[in-house]
């Protein structure tokens, strides 16, 4: 089946840094692509909506000066997470829809563990 | 706006059944999801059902859907060691089906 990949798996930073995390679809293309923030006790909270060639749509009390997103290409989602702060520290997920017409084709990356130090 | 609940928990010995239970909000949602997380691995998607569907059955994982009380649940017969994981209802918004709300999550601890 489709996969969708989660560069890197786990990253440790200094407070005040700004980290990359990239989600790519390795078998098809993506228009969309969704983040998803994983907090400690298990609840997953969508963040935004990556849009290939636009500007990304942002859930409500998510600042997007803190998380920049970048669609940059139909198989390649870039979530910058600028000036970290322990409390960014988390598990961050992506998924990407294979076809909008079925329900069963939405791919979900690996995450990538996010630690501020 | 959309919310939707799961208990935290749930233990179960192996070979009973499990039921995950599963409340939202949003009334004009189209379709509901059933997901399993294991350490490591990305969201596996393990059912769907419609919203004007009341029941979906996959072998040994039962979807029932109660639109009037908005709760749904997922039945796994014979449950497995292999089942436990945490695992997610969601719900897609109106304008995006592609768009999902997850649950808090259910935590399934199977035991010997």
């Known amino acids: 089946g489709a996969v969708v990949s989660q560069h890197p798996s786990w990253v440790i930073c200094k407070s005040g840094t700004s980290v990359k995390i990239e989600c790519r679809s390795l078998?098809?293309?993506?228009?969309?692509m969704f983040w998803y923030r994983q907090f400690p006790k298990q609840s997953l909270m969508l963040m935004a909506t990556?849009?290939?060639?636009?500007?990304?749509?942002?859930e409500q009390g998510v600042e997007k000066d803190k998380f920049l997103i970048n669609h940059a290409s139909l198989t390649l989602s870039t979530l910058t997470v600028t000036s970290a702060h322990p409390e960014d520290s988390s598990f961050y997920i992506c998924?990407?829809?294979?076809?909008?017409?079925?329900?069963?084709?939405?791919?979900f990356g690996p995450g990538t563990r996010l630690t501020v130090l | 706006g959309e919310d939707v609940e799961q208990s935290l928990f749930l233990s179960v010995r192996e070979g009973d059944s499990s039921v995950i239970n599963c409340t939202y909000t949003?009334?004009?949602?189209?379709?509901l999801y059933w997901y399993k997380q294991e350490p490591g691995a990305g969201l596996q998607l393990l059912t769907y059902?419609?919203?004007?569907?009341d029941m979906k059955q996959d072998q040994r994982l039962t979807v029932l859907l109660n639109k009037k009380d908005k709760h749904l649940s997922l039945r796994i017969a014979d449950t497995q060691t292999g089942d436990s994981a945490i695992y997610f209802c969601?719900?897609?918004?109106?304008?995006?089906?592609?768009?999902?709300?997850f649950g808090t999550g259910t935590r399934l601890q199977v035991f010997p």
């Open positions: 990556s849009n290939e060639g636009s500007k990304a749509t942002y």
């Open positions: 059902i419609f919203s004007n569907m």
């Open positions: 969601a719900e897609s918004v109106r304008y995006n089906t592609d768009k999902l709300i």
């Open positions: 998924s990407a829809p294979q076809d909008s017409g079925r329900r069963d084709t939405q791919y």
């Open positions: 949003d009334s004009s949602s189209t379709y």
């Open positions: 078998d098809f293309q993506a228009t969309t």
